[in-house]
């Protein structure tokens, strides 16, 4: 199960972004990453070709069998690490 906050539905909407993006990025990383200032927090990211290939990053956590989304925007300085796949 997928969770918003209420933060990361103001996003949502604020950035023009589609649930459904997220979604995708969260079910099929292109790469992940845990995030470097709070261990229990993790990074997706997937390029969007909606939207012309932007990256987009989706910071969640889980939480038992849910995934509550924190946050999410348009990367333009995420790089896929090299050799990395996800």
Do not use: C
């Amino acid at each position: 199960m997928i969770r918003f906050t209420a933060h990361a539905e103001a996003m949502l909407t604020e950035r023009g972004i589609e649930r459904t993006w997220v979604e995708r990025v969260l079910a099929s990383p292109q790469w992940h990453e845990p995030d470097p200032n709070d261990p229990a927090l993790k990074r997706a990211f997937g390029a969007i070709s909606e939207a012309g290939g932007k990256i987009l990053r989706v910071v969640y956590t889980d939480i038992g069998t849910e995934s509550r989304i924190v946050t999410v925007f348009f990367d333009a300085r995420a790089k896929r690490p090299e050799g990395k796949r996800t």
